[in-house]
């Protein structure tokens, strides 16, 4: 199977709130299928080897990486989805915040109530997973070199679900409350 995405595509799905949602959850997916291979890792806890502590770290980065991806991608729906009419992207990030530079922390903080601590700390992780610790064994900018460690905490699944899911639940309600116009912008997507 294959599935093309150039630019053109990209430009004519980005105003479709419903398009981010959907590719959020495709992260969100995949991320609870690792936090289950998580999960068996932490059951063999007391037979751990050097290797299974690779395999968990390995796992984790990947998780945190998707879970920080899934919540890029449906923020950016909440804030597409809040004004519909929007056409110049640059207003969305003008007035919601809209990031192009993975800033989960101001994309929350603008367009979502305000955080529980538990939350705020599961997204701080996130933060950092999303903008290195998945992918480099360093920082490459220097104002993040604050002592961060890889952490994984049994709630974090759960919250970031619960989180997750009243954000698509916003976005829906949104779209449902002016389905004229997305489903007017949406034929004028599928039009080209």
């Known amino acids: 199977m294959t599935m093309r995405m150039n630019k053109s595509k990209f430009e004519d799905l980005f105003g479709d709130p419903l398009y981010w ?104 992780r996130l933060q950092n997973y999303l903008n290195w610790m998945s992918k480099y064994p360093v920082p490459l900018e220097k104002h993040l070199t604050k002592e961060v460690s890889h952490s994984y905490n049994i709630h974090d699944f759960e919250v970031s679900n619960i989180m997750f899911a009243e954000i698509v639940k916003t976005i829906e309600n949104n779209v449902n409350k002016d389905i004229f116009t997305y489903l007017t912008n949406r034929n004028q997507e599928l039009e080209y």
């Open 21 to 124: 949602k959907e590719k959020a959850n495709r992260h969100s997916y995949s991320a609870g299928i690792i936090h289950g291979h998580l999960q068996e890792l932490l059951k063999t806890d007391d037979n751990w080897t050097q290797e299974d502590d690779q395999h968990f770290i390995s796992l984790m980065d990947a998780f945190f990486l998707l879970v920080a991806l899934s919540f890029e991608n449906v923020l950016k729906g909440l804030i597409i989805s809040r004004e519909l009419n929007i056409v110049d992207k640059t207003e969305y990030e003008t007035k919601y915040g809209f990031n192009y530079k993975h800033d989960l922390k101001k994309m929350f903080s603008t367009n979502f109530r305000k955080l529980t601590n538990i939350e705020n700390e599961l997204v701080d």
